[in-house]
Each structure stands twice: as structure tokens, then as C-alpha cells.
């Protein structure tokens, strides 16, 4: 008899029981209001039977892998035609446009595409056969098909929960150039498809064969005519929703927020003036989708040179729930850059002088601590390029792997003034001044590529294996004409991006792990801040504790757990009393050990910033336990995170982990804040453990307890919490 597939049959009685409440569209947020294929599997519980494939059937090219449908008419010049989401059955796509378009030499150029739509609410394909081709337009010549490659070849050293480079296929659509003036620029326009995601990964190459030089103003290197989110009458492109059905993300990322969506430079809504029969009066629907960066490239494409463009991630969602889009975005993460997966637990250590070190690296060895990082303020200057200076740094690097601890530093970029003749020169002004951080060096300054250089030649040479990159560059365009990195402000964004990621991409694969307080994650960093507030780690530990799991709670909806760093201050940071620190660390254990075991149960690492780790005997026993129970379950703490209710200080709070794959399929952390006890019953969502019928629980190593899951996926946990306390519970 054939097994019935249970997420699917709950899928179906929902439905049922929705129909008789006569509450049909609201079926369960997890399955989306659209039509499912109830005869797969959910993706974000197995993905194995989604493979890309890539082929060509009469006059299209088709990409397709389960969960994506992406076709390409390529006669008589190539144009997207069809972009399914094939999990709900949605349509993306309401009208062709150019596959990318070039501004070269202040003119407009469009690569492929097809003429001759007349209705753009919907495509029909009986209207293909009738579009024409642009003779202006860049022309399809051929097309290639061959496995993706790695972007970085990524040397792993330190725990990672993922190992695996992604796979799939990519197609490449060459393009010669149709304009005249444009003889021997040819494009690439190129496609990856990857294996168990609904993602699809967009770039192009442009490559100057010929004798002449060719100024690239601008490269729109996605154009899609999607189906619009909103129907308004009225309503402008900055109030109305835009479609919900795709998340997009380029490599192409900055500003410090700590979250993509705020840092993004590249996505642009725009409004499509040959759409005539959408609702909106003043045709002001944002349903065009143009992806560029808006200060860049400005590029003097020379003879023999060749332009790359950012990567346009496009990862289908099939729902508006929040938790599963999140999800869907951290899966993502995981496969695409398993960099980010890396998790070494490490210290901060503030030093003074190498003697510090070294004990410190004795005191990471004692206690299980895999990395030791030298922190701001500490006396490591990578900038010393001296003989004498790597090798002191080579000796402590070799003794902190004799202890099999790693060994990085901290590093400042921007946010100081180097000199007015390397700092970035205002445009408005003509002067230094006015960056993101008021004065900053401009990264194609002389200055700025010795910066580069110095740090690749410490990595080099010394063994150091992290790099705490504070102040990346964040942006700042250049008025200089003097910088040898850039040759004035239209380029001076796009050269300085380039050199960052150039920098971090070249120590990532040399197995140098990287944080960073930006979005550089798809070109090699692997850890940024979940995003706090300074200032509150000079609050009293109490106030730390809620905030710390607020902050956790907030930071990991679109972020993993090892993507993010948090911070615990050892001693006085920016202020505060003796309530506001951990030291003396033996007069404070029970707020130590909660500190440590609240971010370490959320897969978090913390900058624990001080002299030291322990101060006594107790404390260093207190610190081996954590860190032991930590390994013990690292696997499904540093699984994706389920969120359960945020930390208010007025009642429990919690999260939990799940990984469907792994034996212990969940783990709840649960945390009463109030200074009474508590006995509560929590619903637990279970869906996302993979389990179907029942599930056993197991509180703090203590008696198993079987539960039988609901229609739901649901069990009810009722569980007493002492005091301003904490507990796990396992799930298998």
C-alpha cells in the first residue's frame, strides 16, 4: 500500500475543514493562497528530488528543476516568456521585455527581447510567433549549457554546518552586437539554476573585442514585466505593495543596517507606461522590474576588457508568511554560500601586550573555545607590514595553533581621516568630507589600495585565520581624478565596491574567515552584527539579557544564526556601572553562564569582550559546562530557527530550532524573565521538523514524554520556569 504523504493529507483536511467554516481563502499561511502540487514534497523539509535541468524543446530553451519554470523564446531573438513559481502554480510574468540593457556612450541598447505585444496584463503564447525582433538590439547568436561552478572556491577550516558546494546548471545566451557603432562588443547573458531551490541566479558579461574604447554608463542587467502585487485606481508607486512572489537580493549591498532589504542598491520598481489596461488611472502600477546600481559603473570599457555584473539572486516564495519566507531566504543562504554556515565559537580578547595572548589563547584551549580574536583596542596593527612585526604576529599564530585555537584580529577601514590627498572628496564640495562616516578613505586611493595590500600580505604571512573587518567600505563616491583606483566620481563607486570584494573573495578562499559589518555575504564574509544597539551594553545586565534575546528574536527572521555575531561586554563598554559587567566573573555567574547559554542556544556567537574568560576555578568550570552542552547539540542549534514569542519581560519567551534531517529534530529554548514562577502551556509548531504523527520530548536530559501532533502539526507543552530562569527541551 503506498504511504500516504502526511504534510500533504494535512494540507488537505486544513482545506476541508476551511470549506465547511466557509473560510477557504484563508488556508494555512505555510501553504500559500495559491494553487499546491500536493504530490511533492515541501522543499524546506526535503529538497533532494528537485534537480535542475536545462534543454531545449522546438524554438525555447527551458529551465526547469521542480520548483522553478523559467522559458526562453530564442527565435527570432531571446526573450523570457514564462516564469513559473511551480510549488503554487503562479505566474510571474505578465509581458516580454529585454533580456538586459546597455547605456553605451549615453545611448540606450537592449539586449534581445521581442516587439510587438499589445496587451501587457497578460502573454499569451499564440501571440509569440507574431513578435519581431529589434535590429538595434543586441542579437542571439548561440547558447551553452554546462554545470554551474562555484562563485568562490571556498576553503573550509572551522565547524560548518554545511560543507557542500551548491549544484545545478547554468545556460549562457551569447550576443553580438546589432548597432554598427557597437561592432565587436558581444554579451553574455547568464542563468544558474540550482538544485532543491526555487532560486534562479542572473548575470552578464560584456567583452570589448574590438579596437575602440566604449564608455558603459549604466547595465540594467534584469528587466521583467511582472505580474503587479496591488490593483489601485489611485495610488502612487511608493505607497502601492510591490510583488510578493519573488525576493531578490544582488551582491551589491551596503549601508550598515545590518539587514539586505536596507541595503540594497540595486532593486528598482518602476512603473510600465505600455501597460495601458492596468487598473491604476495614471498608469502608476510599480510592476517593471529593472535591477542596476544607481551610482555605477561608468566604466571605459577598453580593448580586450571585460565588464561583469552583479549577481541578481531571484528565489521564488510561495507564501506571505512571514516565518516561512524567512525560511525560504536562510535555506538559500545556506546552499548558496556555505561560508555563512561556519560557526567558530571565539572571544574577543582586549590586549596590551603579547604576553595577554597568549594566555588567552591558553585560556580558549582550557575551556573549549575554538578562536581567539583580538579586538578593537587590542595592540595588533596589520597595517605594520615591518619584519619584525610579522614575525611576532607569526609566533603567536603558531603557538595558538599548537593549541588548535585560531587566531584573528580586528581591523579598521573607514570611519577615519587618512589625509586630504586619500580621502574621499566630496562632490558637492570639492573637499574631504561628507562620506557615510564624515571623513573616510577613499578605497582607490593610494592609501586605500596599500590598505588592500597590507592586509593580504599579514594573512600571508603570518597564518592569521580571521579578519574583523570593521568600517568596509560603505559606499562613499570619490570626486577625486587623482585616486590610481578609480578615474573619477561615475566610476568611483563601482572600482571600490570591486576592490572590497576582491578582497574579501581572495581571503575567503584562502580559508581566512571574515566579519564584517555590512551585507558582503555573497562575495565571501561570513558574519555580520544581528543588529543592536551600542549604548545598551552599558545598561544593567537585567535590562542586557531581554535585550540581548530581543535582538536575537529580531535578528535571525532573514539571517541564520551563524551569519550573526552578538556582543557581551566583559568589562565597561561605552559607559556603565559594575551592574552593567561581567567582571569580577566569579561574583556574577548566574548572569555569565544565562548570557552565554542564551546565545549559544540560539546558534549565536558573542563577542565576549574582556581580559579573559574566567577569573577563577568555578567560573572556568562554569564556562567548560556551557561550552560542552553547546557541542553536545550544536548540530540543531545551529538549525533554522522557528519563532516562538519574543522576549517582553513580562511573560516567557522562546525559540526554537528545527532540522527535519538530524535525530533530534527540535530544540526549544524557553525563558522565564519575571522574579516568580511560571507554569505555562505553549503551542509548539512542529511542521518544519519533519515529524508527522508524534513526537518525544525530553526536558533538560529529564524523562521522555510522547506527544501526538494535531492537524496542525501541533502539540501543547505545558512546563514550569523557576524564576529568572531557562530551559531545553528536545524534540525528536
Given at each position: 500500500?503506498?504511504?500516504?504523504?502526511?504534510?500533504?493529507?494535512?494540507?488537505?483536511?486544513?482545506?476541508?475543514?476551511?470549506?465547511?467554516?466557509?473560510?477557504?481563502?484563508?488556508?494555512?499561511?505555510?501553504?500559500?493562497?495559491?494553487?499546491?502540487?500536493?504530490?511533492?514534497?515541501?522543499?524546506?523539509?526535503?529538497?533532494?528530488?528537485?534537480?535542475?535541468?536545462?534543454?531545449?524543446?522546438?524554438?525555447?530553451?527551458?529551465?526547469?528543476?521542480?520548483?522553478?519554470?523559467?522559458?526562453?523564446?530564442?527565435?527570432?531573438?531571446?526573450?523570457?516568456?514564462?516564469?513559473?513559481?511551480?510549488?503554487?502554480?503562479?505566474?510571474?510574468?505578465?509581458?516580454?521585455?529585454?533580456?538586459?540593457?546597455?547605456?553605451?556612450?549615453?545611448?540606450?541598447?537592449?539586449?534581445?527581447?521581442?516587439?510587438?505585444?499589445?496587451?501587457?496584463?497578460?502573454?499569451?503564447?499564440?501571440?509569440?510567433?507574431?513578435?519581431?525582433?529589434?535590429k538595434n538590439a543586441f542579437q542571439f547568436?548561440?547558447?551553452?549549457?554546462?554545470?554551474?561552478?562555484?562563485?568562490?572556491?571556498?576553503?573550509?577550516?572551522?565547524?560548518?554546518?554545511?560543507?557542500?558546494?551548491?549544484?545545478?546548471?547554468?545556460?549562457?545566451?551569447?550576443?553580438?552586437?546589432g548597432a554598427d557603432e557597437l561592432k565587436?562588443?558581444?554579451?553574455?547573458?547568464?542563468?544558474?539554476?540550482?538544485?532543491?531551490?526555487?532560486?534562479?541566479?542572473?548575470?552578464?558579461?560584456?567583452?570589448?573585442?574590438?579596437?575602440?574604447?566604449?564608455?558603459?554608463?549604466?547595465?540594467?542587467?534584469?528587466?521583467?514585466?511582472?505580474?503587479?502585487?496591488?490593483?489601485?485606481?489611485?495610488?502612487?508607486?511608493?505607497?502601492?505593495?510591490?510583488?510578493?512572489?519573488?525576493?531578490?537580493?544582488?551582491?551589491?549591498?551596503?549601508?550598515?543596517?545590518m539587514r539586505y532589504d536596507l541595503s540594497?542598491?540595486?532593486?528598482?520598481?518602476?512603473?510600465?507606461?505600455?501597460?495601458?489596461?492596468?487598473?491604476?488611472?495614471?498608469?502608476?502600477?510599480?510592476?517593471?522590474?529593472?535591477?542596476?546600481?544607481?551610482?555605477?559603473?561608468?566604466?571605459?570599457?577598453?580593448?580586450?576588457?571585460?565588464?561583469?555584473?552583479?549577481?541578481?539572486?531571484?528565489?521564488?516564495?510561495?507564501?506571505?508568511?512571514?516565518?516561512?519566507?524567512?525560511?525560504?531566504?536562510?535555506?538559500?543562504?545556506?546552499?548558496?554560500?556555505?561560508?555563512?554556515?561556519?560557526?567558530?565559537?571565539?572571544?574577543?580578547?582586549?590586549?596590551?601586550?603579547?604576553?595577554?595572548?597568549?594566555?588567552?589563547?591558553?585560556?580558549?584551549?582550557?575551556?573549549?573555545?575554538?578562536?581567539?580574536?583580538?579586538?578593537?583596542?587590542?595592540?595588533?596593527?596589520?597595517?605594520?607590514?615591518?619584519?619584525?612585526?610579522?614575525?611576532?604576529?607569526?609566533?603567536?599564530?603558531?603557538?595558538?595553533?599548537?593549541?588548535?585555537?585560531?587566531?584573528?584580529?580586528?581591523?579598521?577601514?573607514?570611519?577615519?581621516?587618512?589625509?586630504?590627498?586619500?580621502?574621499?572628496?566630496?562632490?558637492?564640495?570639492?573637499?574631504?568630507?561628507?562620506?557615510?562616516?564624515?571623513?573616510?578613505?577613499?578605497?582607490?586611493?593610494?592609501?586605500?589600495?596599500?590598505?588592500?595590500?597590507?592586509?593580504?600580505?599579514?594573512?600571508?604571512?603570518?597564518?592569521?585565520?580571521?579578519?574583523?573587518?570593521?568600517?568596509?567600505?560603505?559606499?562613499?563616491?570619490?570626486?577625486?581624478?587623482?585616486?590610481?583606483?578609480?578615474?573619477?566620481?561615475?566610476?568611483?563607486?563601482?572600482?571600490?565596491?570591486?576592490?572590497?570584494?576582491?578582497?574579501?573573495?581572495?581571503?575567503?578562499?584562502?580559508?581566512?574567515?571574515?566579519?564584517?559589518?555590512?551585507?558582503?555575504?555573497?562575495?565571501?564574509?561570513?558574519?555580520?552584527?544581528?543588529?543592536?544597539?551600542?549604548?545598551?551594553?552599558?545598561?544593567?545586565?537585567?535590562?542586557?539579557?531581554?535585550?540581548?534575546?530581543?535582538?536575537?528574536?529580531?535578528?535571525?527572521?532573514?539571517?541564520?544564526?551563524?551569519?550573526?555575531?552578538?556582543?557581551?561586554?566583559?568589562?565597561?563598554?561605552?559607559?556603565?556601572?559594575?551592574?552593567?559587567?561581567?567582571?569580577?566573573?566569579?561574583?556574577?555567574?548566574?548572569?555569565?553562564?544565562?548570557?552565554?547559554?542564551?546565545?549559544?542556544?540560539?546558534?549565536?556567537?558573542?563577542?565576549?569582550?574582556?581580559?579573559?574568560?574566567?577569573?577563577?576555578?568555578?567560573?572556568?568550570?562554569?564556562?567548560?559546562?556551557?561550552?560542552?552542552?553547546?557541542?553536545?547539540?550544536?548540530?540543531?542549534?545551529?538549525?533554522?530557527?522557528?519563532?516562538?514569542?519574543?522576549?517582553?519581560?513580562?511573560?516567557?519567551?522562546?525559540?526554537?530550532?528545527?532540522?527535519?534531517?538530524?535525530?533530534?529534530?527540535?530544540?526549544?529554548?524557553?525563558?522565564?524573565?519575571?522574579?516568580?514562577?511560571?507554569?505555562?502551556?505553549?503551542?509548539?509548531?512542529?511542521?518544519?521538523?519533519?515529524?508527522?504523527?508524534?513526537?518525544?520530548?525530553?526536558?533538560?536530559?529529564?524523562?521522555?514524554?510522547?506527544?501526538?501532533?494535531?492537524?496542525?502539526?501541533?502539540?501543547?507543552?505545558?512546563?514550569?520556569?523557576?524564576?529568572?530562569?531557562?530551559?531545553?527541551?528536545?524534540?525528536?
Amino acid at each position: 500500500m503506498k504511504r500516504l504523504n502526511i504534510p500533504n493529507l494535512r494540507y488537505a483536511l486544513a482545506c476541508i475543514s476551511l470549506i465547511l467554516a466557509g473560510q477557504l481563502s484563508n488556508v494555512n499561511a505555510q501553504n500559500n493562497q495559491s494553487v499546491k502540487d500536493t504530490s511533492k514534497p515541501d522543499w524546506l523539509l526535503n529538497s533532494a528530488s528537485y534537480k535542475a535541468a536545462i534543454y531545449k524543446s522546438d524554438k525555447d530553451v527551458i529551465l526547469e528543476n521542480g520548483l522553478t519554470k523559467r522559458v526562453f523564446r530564442i527565435t527570432p531573438n531571446v526573450a523570457c516568456v514564462d516564469y513559473v513559481n511551480l510549488i503554487n502554480g503562479r505566474q510571474l510574468l505578465r509581458s516580454v521585455k529585454a533580456e538586459a540593457r546597455l547605456t553605451i556612450n549615453g545611448k540606450d541598447y537592449e539586449v534581445g527581447g521581442l516587439k510587438g505585444q499589445k496587451e501587457n496584463a497578460y502573454l499569451l503564447p499564440e501571440w509569440l510567433d507574431r513578435f519581431t525582433a529589434d535590429k538595434n538590439a543586441f542579437q542571439f547568436v548561440s547558447f551553452d549549457i554546462k554545470p554551474i561552478s562555484p562563485y568562490i572556491k571556498w576553503k573550509s577550516k572551522f565547524w560548518a554546518s554545511n560543507n557542500q558546494q551548491p549544484t545545478g546548471k547554468m545556460v549562457s545566451f551569447l550576443y553580438k552586437a546589432g548597432a554598427d557603432e557597437l561592432k565587436g562588443l558581444t554579451v553574455n547573458v547568464n542563468y544558474e539554476l540550482y538544485d532543491g531551490l526555487p532560486l534562479i541566479v542572473k548575470s552578464l558579461t560584456v567583452q570589448n573585442q574590438s579596437d575602440k574604447v566604449f564608455k558603459i554608463d549604466r547595465v540594467v542587467s534584469e528587466v521583467l514585466g511582472m505580474v503587479e502585487e496591488q490593483s489601485a485606481v489611485v495610488g502612487s508607486p511608493e505607497k502601492m505593495a510591490k510583488p510578493q512572489g519573488i525576493y531578490l537580493e544582488t551582491n551589491y549591498a551596503f549601508n550598515n543596517a545590518m539587514r539586505y532589504d536596507l541595503s540594497d542598491q540595486t532593486t528598482h520598481w518602476k512603473v510600465d507606461s505600455t501597460y495601458t489596461s492596468q487598473v491604476n488611472y495614471d498608469y502608476q502600477t510599480p510592476c517593471l522590474l529593472e535591477v542596476y546600481p544607481d551610482k555605477a559603473p561608468g566604466i571605459e570599457l577598453e580593448k580586450g576588457g571585460v565588464f561583469k555584473s552583479v549577481r541578481t539572486l531571484e528565489l521564488l516564495m510561495d507564501s506571505y508568511d512571514r516565518e516561512r519566507r524567512g525560511l525560504a531566504i536562510r535555506k538559500m543562504y545556506n546552499a548558496i554560500a556555505p561560508w555563512t554556515t561556519a560557526n567558530p565559537i571565539f572571544m574577543h580578547l582586549v590586549s596590551k601586550n603579547d604576553e595577554q595572548v597568549r594566555t588567552a589563547i591558553d585560556q580558549c584551549a582550557a575551556t573549549g573555545y575554538e578562536a581567539l580574536i583580538l579586538s578593537f583596542g587590542s595592540h595588533c596593527n596589520m597595517e605594520d607590514t615591518s619584519a619584525a612585526n610579522i614575525k611576532k604576529w607569526k609566533e603567536l599564530a603558531d603557538y595558538a595553533h599548537s593549541k588548535k585555537v585560531f587566531i584573528g584580529s580586528y581591523s579598521l577601514f573607514s570611519s577615519r581621516k587618512i589625509s586630504d590627498e586619500d580621502d574621499v572628496i566630496s562632490p558637492k564640495t570639492g573637499k574631504p568630507g561628507g562620506a557615510f562616516f564624515g571623513n573616510a578613505p577613499c578605497f582607490g586611493s593610494k592609501w586605500g589600495l596599500s590598505y588592500r595590500d597590507k592586509i593580504k600580505n599579514f594573512y600571508a604571512h603570518t597564518g592569521f585565520d580571521i579578519w574583523e573587518n570593521d568600517g568596509p567600505y560603505p559606499g562613499d563616491v570619490c570626486a577625486s581624478t587623482a585616486h590610481p583606483g578609480h578615474k573619477g566620481l561615475e566610476d568611483s563607486q563601482w572600482r571600490q565596491m570591486e576592490i572590497q570584494k576582491d578582497l574579501y573573495r581572495s581571503l575567503n578562499e584562502k580559508g581566512v574567515y571574515i566579519n564584517a559589518p555590512d551585507w558582503y555575504f555573497l562575495d565571501g564574509t561570513h558574519k555580520i552584527a544581528i543588529g543592536y544597539r551600542e549604548v545598551n551594553f552599558s545598561l544593567p545586565r537585567a535590562n542586557q539579557m531581554i535585550l540581548n534575546r530581543q535582538n536575537i528574536f529580531d535578528g535571525t527572521w532573514e539571517k541564520t544564526s551563524s551569519m550573526s555575531w552578538g556582543f557581551v561586554p566583559l568589562t565597561v563598554y561605552q559607559g556603565g556601572g559594575a551592574e552593567a559587567v561581567l567582571e569580577p566573573l566569579n561574583d556574577h555567574l548566574k548572569d555569565y553562564e544565562q548570557l552565554m547559554m542564551q546565545y549559544y542556544g540560539a546558534g549565536v556567537q558573542a563577542c565576549y569582550r574582556g581580559p579573559r574568560l574566567y577569573d577563577t576555578d568555578a567560573t572556568k568550570q562554569t564556562v567548560i559546562k556551557v561550552i560542552d552542552w553547546y557541542k553536545k547539540y550544536r548540530d540543531i542549534l545551529n538549525s533554522e530557527i522557528i519563532h516562538l514569542r519574543r522576549a517582553d519581560g513580562r511573560d516567557w519567551d522562546g525559540i526554537l530550532h528545527v532540522n527535519p534531517s538530524l535525530k533530534t529534530k527540535g530544540f526549544m529554548m524557553l525563558y522565564n524573565p519575571s522574579k516568580k514562577e511560571i507554569t505555562r502551556t505553549i503551542k509548539v509548531p512542529l511542521y518544519y521538523t519533519g515529524l508527522t504523527g508524534t513526537a518525544t520530548l525530553k526536558e533538560k536530559e529529564g524523562v521522555a514524554k510522547k506527544y501526538t501532533l494535531n492537524r496542525d502539526y501541533e502539540i501543547s507543552y505545558t512546563c514550569t520556569l523557576k524564576p529568572e530562569s531557562y530551559t531545553w527541551v528536545q524534540i525528536e
